[in-house]
């Protein structure tokens, strides 16, 4: 779970399978939770040069996104390709954002009360 309004750096493994793959081809889909009516946002050249590190035939690589939630409810955000009408589907990450709670609560016996 991730709270309403803060940052959140999403990873994404990239198996040694996809060495073929460029940086500047990687997009990212943004689907904000459905009962909201939000648009999808599909985001060309999505990850930035510092987030992401190519997989070698030995080794799996690694791409970010950073991204802040503006709604309570149910995220996707997919890792792809290609453009917004097609693309290769890579990764899906599924993201539970929820608004923070700032009230405390403690049990206290009613002896101490």
Known sequence: MFLLNSTIRMNWRLRNS???????????????????GGDVVYTNNAIAEEDFL?????????ASYT???DQVG??????????E???TFYY???IEV?????????KVPGSLI
């Open 92 to 94: 899906e990450r599924l």
């Open 18 to 36: 996809m060495i073929d793959i460029e940086r500047t081809s990687l997009d990212v889909r943004v689907r904000p939770p459905i009962d909201t």
């Open 74 to 83: 149910l995220w996707e955000l997919v890792l792809t390709d290609g453009d």
């Open 67 to 69: 991204f802040t939630p």
């Open 54 to 62: 190519a997989p070698t035939g030995g080794t799996d690589g690694w």
């Open 98 to 106: 929820q608004e923070p709670d700032y009230h405390i609560r403690k």
């Open 85 to 87: 009408n097609e693309n």
